[in-house]
């Protein structure tokens, strides 16, 4: 089943942002968001992710399927690397983080606390959070912040095992990730015009 989207209307601090947007994801497919910085990539992304109410449109996907890859890396700092990835299967309801370990190169990290590690570090393993989603649809936002140049190649090639795998990811990203067949949306001629503001109970605590 496709992750779809039909004219979606997203606001920010309760004024619309995003108006008409629309967009079909297959299974094995990449889209890259583009847009200058404030037209609304993160709002659109937490959309999607159900973290705010849209204003109008549909967010059609199969349930449980969503991954969200946010700013923040959602880790517990008084955890340790392998506790906070077991923590988060047991939230989705998978088992086996050795393999996350591995691939994103934390199986040397696994004892420290989330509190000692590095930006890089941190970032790699709220990373690793999507492999033990068992999610297909990943959305990710600036994915590779804090990353040097060996750990953005290391998450493209998980990126591109997961495409290959039939997964699919939504991506706010200004790096290349080396994708040559994801596809481009940009954001701009679904720029809002006129500022309209939310309504409908929104609920500026999701911002």
């Known amino acids: 089943m496709e992750f779809v989207i039909e004219d979606l209307a997203v606001a920010r601090g309760g004024v619309c942002v995003l108006e008409g947007v629309r967009l079909a ?3 094995g ?3 890259i968001l583009r847009g200058a910085n404030g ?3 993160t709002t659109l992304l937490r959309t999607l992710a159900g973290l705010q109410p849209a204003l109008r449109g549909t967010i059609t996907a199969p349930p449980e399927s969503i991954a969200y890859g946010a700013h923040a890396d959602g880790l517990k700092s ?15 309801g998978t088992s086996g983080i050795e393999p996350a370990l591995v691939r994103m190169n934390l199986a040397d990290l696994r004892d420290r606390r989330a509190a000692n590690l590095s930006a890089g570090q941190k970032r790699r393993l709220g990373l690793a959070r999507l492999l033990v989603s068992g999610r297909p649809y990943w959305l990710l936002d600036e994915p590779t912040v804090s990353l040097d140049t060996a750990s953005v190649a290391l998450f493209a090639d998980v990126l591109r095992d997961h495409l290959a ?5 939504l991506i706010a990203t200004h790096i290349d990730l080396g994708l040559p067949e994801a596809r481009v949306l940009d954001l701009s001629p679904f720029k809002a ?8 109970g929104f609920d500026e605590a999701f911002l």
């Open 78 to 92: 008084v955890l340790t690397v392998e506790e906070n990835l077991a923590f988060w299967a047991a939230i989705h």
């Open 165 to 169: 795998a039939g997964g699919a990811a």
């Open 39 to 41: 037209i609304g990539k």
């Open 29 to 31: 497919q990449a889209v």
């Open 193 to 200: 015009r006129g500022g309209v503001i939310a309504s409908r």
């Open 25 to 27: 994801l297959s299974p």
